[in-house]
């Protein structure tokens, strides 16, 4: 899914819905996080337990992790974290995580609010179908130190939207966390139970992170670690030598978490009868807008192996993989397609022919891809890319197909004039192989990724900008934004999110969806 321009336009935020957004903040503050972070930060049953391997010293360990291209739990970088230059970077996390286990008896648990997240946010443009978009997200956890090898965590979320306007509407879901078993030894560690695992070594596509769960219930918005969901899987990782071996078996396929159809940021727009990635349709549009989604999908979720070799300078991995990507691609319904072709004329007969006009689309695929890293005197430079087997397509009478396909990021992170300063840049594209000439589905797709951000006022600010850019087809989004971070652990910000460009794009179908958000972020 997600420069050729940058002109941004100029809007004004209507003051009545900035004034609901700002008392809504000004309560959700006041009666949730204040008390929270008075009286419910940590609570502990008798002595601390010592922490488990992959909360070690976090503020190193996650950096290690990401550039070795894995993160086996969800980041949990405190305010006001700032990273350090690549070349500062030990790529081998291993010290720091396989091996960091303590030598102690059980102890009691300790229960920890590790996350409350309040949002508040203004669309500016006149013809949005809504007038805010509101969110709220709190995360609870309990670890427990059981033995000398064996390790257990529960955790829970809950997620709570308010969205008014046009398309009003609220919701609260609860959704289980990271809650595994977990056993460790010198060598190995087998994880069983709900897991947030990435795999691949870019940030926001990566081609080889095929296995984990994505969240687009708020499109792009958060973060690339915000936008993963747990899910039950296997995990057997075995440290032989220099080398990594890691496995991963999901017995049970979970979908992506995606918004409501009647959400602002649903890649379904009932309004126009517009499909995310596809042209529009005279034909496709009614259909669109009369029709039924059917998102569910079944089965095993897949498996996949790794290895990898961490390095202080130079490492690379190799995967193979059975996959079924999360996010839904919506197909045509066969039966609803055979009677367009019996009868064009009848579209109400046609959308009668079946319960579910549209079908979501999972489909299995070998994954065989790779990656490396390379860190020099200032820069980290990332490589990696795969082969998929199946891909999915829709022709233009309608035919769902799966296509082989290429996806390749190239990158460097770097830290020009002083470690303050940092920039990330990432060329992407994919190519469908064979494609017929007649579909719908862009066939070449060749994006830029860009995150730029710097710490100022004695590292109690922080100022970055985010950006996605289609370098084929016009495809803009931006998002600027200015925190504060120096009432750790607590961030204050303030940011904006921009949409631009061309039919078939994430930023043209966005387009009408600008948006000013505050927010309050508290990670404990």
């Given amino acids: 899914m997600i420069v050729n321009r940058t002109v941004l336009r100029g809007t004004q935020i209507r003051c009545k819905a900035a004034s609901f957004c700002l008392s809504s903040l000004s309560a959700w503050a006041a009666a949730l996080v204040l008390p929270m972070a008075a009286t419910a930060q940590v609570i502990e049953f008798g002595d601390p337990a010592p922490p488990l391997p992959e909360v070690v010293d976090r503020s190193e360990s996650d950096d290690a992790s990401l550039i070795n291209g894995e993160t086996s739990t969800s980041p949990r970088r405190r305010a006001g974290y700032t990273a350090r230059p690549a070349a500062e970077q030990n790529l081998d996390s291993r010290e720091k995580t396989a091996f960091a286990f303590a030598s102690k008896a059980a102890v009691p648990p300790m229960v920890e609010l590790e996350r409350v997240w309040i949002e508040s946010g203004v669309l500016t443009e006149n013809h949005s179908q809504a007038d805010t978009s509101n969110y709220f997200r709190g995360d609870l956890a309990a670890e427990w130190a059981l033995s000398n090898d064996w390790s257990l965590r529960l955790a829970g979320r809950v997620d709570g939207v308010l969205q008014t306007g046009a398309d009003e509407f ?21 994880t069983l139970g709900a897991q947030i695992v990435s795999w691949g070594r870019v940030d926001e596509s990566a081609p080889t992170n095929r296995l984990s769960v994505q969240d687009i219930s708020r ?16 995990r057997w990782e075995e440290f032989i030598g220099e080398f990594k071996l890691d496995l991963q078996y999901i017995p049970h396929f979970r979908a992506a978490e995606t918004p409501r159809l009647d959400s602002i940021w649903s890649p379904v727009n009932k309004h126009t009868g517009e499909l995310i990635g596809m042209p529009f349709n005279p034909l496709l549009a009614t259909l669109v807008k009369g029709g039924d989604f059917d998102q569910g999908g079944d089965g095993d979720g897949g498996w996949g192996v790794r290895l990898s070799r961490p390095g202080r300078a130079f490492d690379y991995a190799v995967t193979v993989q059975q996959a079924r990507q ?3 691609y919506f197909a045509l319904d066969p039966l609803v397609r055979a009677k ?7 579209i109400g007969a046609a959308l009668r022919a079946a319960p579910d006009t549209f079908e979501a689309q999972y489909p299995r695929t070998w994954v065989v891809g790779g990656d490396l890293g390379l860190v020099t005197d200032r820069a980290t430079w990332r490589v990696e890319a795969a082969w998929l087997s199946d891909q999915s397509a829709t022709t233009t009478d309608l035919r769902y197909i799966t296509l082989e396909a290429i996806d390749w990021v190239a990158g460097v992170e770097v830290y020009p004039g002083d470690r303050e300063l940092r920039v990330n840049l990432q060329l992407g594209g994919s190519q469908l192989l064979d494609a017929p000439s007649r579909l719908l589905d862009r066939q070449n797709t060749l994006n830029l990724f860009g995150d730029i951000e710097n710490a100022f006022g004695r590292d109690r600010w922080r100022a970055r900008l985010r950006f996605f850019a289609g370098l084929d087809d016009r495809d803009l989004y931006l998002n600027p934004k200015i925190a504060f971070v120096g009432w750790e652990p607590h961030e204050l910000y303030l940011a904006y999110h921009y949409f631009d460009g061309a039919e078939q794009t994430l ?12 927010g309050l972020r508290s990670q404990f």
Avoid: K
């Fill in 219 to 234: 499109l792009l918005l958060d973060d690339l670690e915000d936008r993963r969901r747990a899910v039950m899987m296997a």
């Fill in 507 to 518: 930023g043209g179908f966005f387009q009408q969806n600008a948006l000013v958000t505050l």
């Fill in 340 to 346: 367009l072709l019996t009868d064009p004329g009848d």
């Fill in 170 to 190: 609220n919701s609260l879901r609860l959704d289980y966390g990271e809650s595994y078993l977990r056993y460790q030894d010198q060598t190995r560690r087998i």
């Fill in 326 to 328: 999360s996010l839904p």
